[in-house]
């Protein structure tokens, strides 16, 4: 038996003392535990994160912050952190023992707490990532109101493995994939670390790679958290699925990891590999901008694109695991085969398609030729991701009581149905106010709650590929921002300001209301005694003064085409 086939500690008590331990837990102070930290904990309990016994002590978090190494000198480029609530805080000292819930209240674990402390975010960013700058995604969400300000270390007591109900069978823990390794007798296993469905670039580089190494090769996807925007991991494992059998039988297998990444490049690269060392692995895969975040807000890298190779390279006897540089794979067309990019000859025709272009493609439902990628890959693509014209989106009207809004969008509304295709739904101010949110009012607070609450429908809406229309006023920039994060997740979003004036509006009104307003019979009008912020950058703006709705309406219909997503069957009718 190797040492890659020795089982690795874990902080698991056994099943009986979980079950005992679980009915102290009941009465500790409890953590209702993030995403990230269900990640976190995960790999921590299962040895994925050895030697961590639990989220970093202050003195830890320093040196791995300052220095790459716990306070007793071993390389941990990571800080694993609990961050919590000022709230949640205010009641534990050191030396309290909590208990840790996932989202369905299932405690997981008993954290002894030994340290708790205000960290200095900012220094964190710049240490660890490389800059204090928010487009970083992992520097985005220290500083999000999701991470608490307050750190809590301590020694995990691990109960249970969190549940997972997709692809129970694909997920292995550290010591099922070094049994299962001994099973077979692999005694010198590769890595392959990935974000991202395989193409056929990925797939001959992981086979080459595994033939230098005389290797086997575990491909071993993250399903955990991944970059915002990422493909989601259900379409993605599916993906892995319909290209393993393109790999010599019994030589490859697939494994699909629990990990929160943070996409901090070289770091990350050694932390990836500590990880694939702990899962049982002797050699791992480094390529170019290995766990690269994208560009910095001055629109260039965070880090060079052989950083995390020339860091991993100055650690790999410390993390113990051989690195297998990543080549550039491209495809010759002359031979019709892929080789490194360093090996190509001169007057060869090099093909390639990047990443951006093959979402454009993906999302104007273009081709994908068959060298770039497998087939059964791209329709899996394809199926979750249909092309714009298939996807759902929001049409979100803006302006002034009386300003036309409900007029366009019920025009706009009968328009959508007359085309056809996607189910379409109207959720007018007055609509709203009477079945969601009857119990409103006009204040600050009041208007940001139903602007909300017509946001999340709307994107749910759009997520299942049907037409929201919203039609409230929705007088200010930062919650019509709000609304737009949340609905351009899942799909497009067109913002339309009926700019109406307030004169022309208050000459029609229509309701009576302004008249009442400026009587002062109703308070905090828009437009008379409350602000109307006009946006600044509408996907459309509409003068309705001397147009009528229906002109409107088509405009809005053009610009929905323009933007792609109304091309294909039954456009013919709208037009
Ligand atoms: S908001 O600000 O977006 O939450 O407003 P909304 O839900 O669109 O509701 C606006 C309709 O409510 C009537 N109304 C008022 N509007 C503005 N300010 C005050 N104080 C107010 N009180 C009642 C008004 O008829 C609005 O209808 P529309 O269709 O916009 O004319």
Redesign the pocket.
């Known amino acids: 038996m190797s040492e890659i086939h020795m089982p690795i500690p874990e902080l698991y008590v056994s099943a009986e003392s979980a079950a005992k331990l679980k009915v102290d837990a009941g009465n500790m102070p409890s953590w209702d535990l993030t995403a990230r930290q269900i990640c976190d904990l995960e790999l921590l309990m299962n040895g994925g994160f050895a030697p961590l016994n639990g989220f970093l002590t202050q003195a830890d978090y320093d040196s791995v912050v300052d220095n790459m190494r716990l306070s007793d000198g071993k390389l941990w480029p990571m800080p694993i952190t609990l961050d919590v609530s000022d709230k949640f805080a205010e009641g534990i000292a050191p030396g309290q023992d909590i208990a840790l819930r996932d989202a369905e209240g299932v405690i997981l674990a008993i954290m002894s707490v030994s340290d708790k402390w205000s960290p200095d975010k900012a220094r964190e960013a710049e240490k660890v990532f490389g800059a204090n700058d928010m487009a970083h995604p992992a520097v985005n969400y220290l500083h999000n109101t999701t991470a608490g300000p307050i750190y809590l270390g301590g020694r995990i007591t691990g109960l249970q493995q969190p549940t997972h109900y997709d692809y129970r069978s694909r997920r292995d823990t550290p010591n099922e994939l070094r049994a299962y390794f001994r099973k077979l007798g692999w005694r010198r296993v590769v890595a392959f670390q990935t974000r991202n469905p395989l193409h056929r670039a990925h797939q001959e580089l992981t086979f080459r790679a595994a033939k230098e190494a005389q290797a086997n090769l575990l491909i071993h996807p993250i399903v955990g958290m991944t970059k915002p925007g990422d493909i989601d991991h259900f379409t993605r494992v599916r993906c892995y699925e319909a290209v393993l059998d393109k790999y010599p039988a019994a030589t490859t297998h697939l494994s699909l990891l629990n990990l929160a990444m943070r996409m901090a490049g070289p770091r990350e690269a050694v932390w990836h590999g500590l990880i694939r060392k702990n899962h049982g692995c002797t050699h791992f895969i480094v390529g170019r901008d290995h766990a690269g975040p994208g560009k910095n807000s001055q629109g260039e890298d965070f880090y060079g694109p052989y950083d995390a190779q020339d860091m991993f390279l100055e650690h790999q006897d410390e993390i113990g695991i051989e690195m297998v540089p990543f080549k550039m794979m491209v495809y010759v067309q002359e031979k019709a085969q892929y080789f490194p990019a360093d090996e190509i000859e001169e007057g060869e025709t090099v093909l390639n398609i990047s990443g951006t272009e093959l979402r454009r493609r993906l999302q104007e439902g273009l081709d994908i030729p068959d060298w770039f990628s497998f087939p059964e890959v791209v329709e899996e693509l394809r199926r979750s991701k249909p092309p714009r014209s298939q996807q759902g989106f929001t049409v979100f009207f803006t302006g002034?009581?009386?300003s036309g809004?409900?007029t366009i969008a019920n025009a706009l509304m009968v328009k959508l149905m007359e085309a056809g295709g996607r189910p379409v739904t109207l959720l007018?101010?007055?609509l709203?106010?009477k079945h969601l949110?009857s119990e409103l009012g006009?204040s600050k607070e009041h208007?940001d709650l139903?602007?909300k609450r017509i946001g999340y429908v709307a994107s749910e809406i759009t997520k299942n590929g049907g037409i929201a229309i919203c039609?409230?006023?929705?007088?200010y920039t930062a919650t019509r921002r709000a609304v737009r994060e949340m609905i351009e997740s899942e799909g497009a979003f067109l913002e339309v300001h009926v700019a109406t004036s307030l004169e022309e509006c208050e000459r029609r009104d229509r309701?009576g209301?302004y008249k009442l307003?400026r009587e002062g019979k109703?308070?905090?009008?828009?437009g008379i005694s409350?602000p109307y912020e006009a946006p600044e950058n509408p996907e459309l703006r509409l003068n309705t003064e001397n147009v009528d709705p229906d002109h409107c309406a088509h405009q809005v219909l053009l610009k929905l085409e323009s933007m792609g997503l109304l091309t294909g069957p039954g456009m013919a009718a709208a037009e």
């Open positions: 002034l009581s009386g809004k409900s007018d101010g007055d709203v106010r949110s006009f208007r139903n602007i039609a409230p006023i929705a007088p309701k209301l307003a109703i308070k905090e009008f828009t409350d």
